[in-house]
């Protein structure tokens, strides 16, 4: 029961997160399929407004690291665990889900389908908007990233008193 509720609120706190970042579209540019991300680099209407790689490496360690923070948060003083492989397997299957959730419902249902997204200009490329393998690649990059921040939540998990 704990794992459905912890599983719940993170997947609505990420929602919210994306949420509010989507009302600005183009600060989320390189979450994009890369053939939509060259066509809107060419368009002069966001020559000035798109983020550097820089910005893109800034908000993707930030995510990291809030993220690790509230993981440790929830696996020390919520579940109790004080030992790394604890912390590291309920922290792997917490991220797991919120990626999923990621992938499937916020990418793949909502994201290919809302015109909300589509950017002027770009508004032939719906193909590449649908582009369904795009997100489940990032999924598994995603896992691969799990890896290394559920180890270092782990780690901090197991000294914290």
Known sequence: MVIAIESIVLCLIFTVM?????REPIRSLYNYP???QERVKSLDEYKDKIPTQKNK???????CI???VVLCLILRYINGYTTFLQAFGYGLLL???VNLWDAVALDIIWFCHDPHFVFKG???MVSDYHDYCFH???FFIGEGLALVVC???GLVVQFIP
């Open 151 to 153: 180890a270092i939540a």
């Open 34 to 36: 890369p053939k939509i």
């Open 95 to 97: 991220w797991t889900i």
């Open 122 to 124: 770009t508004e032939d």
């Open 18 to 22: 994306v949420y509010l970042m989507s």
């Open 136 to 138: 489940i690649k990032g």
């Open 57 to 63: 490496l800034a908000a993707k360690l930030g995510a």
């Open 66 to 68: 809030l993220f690790i």
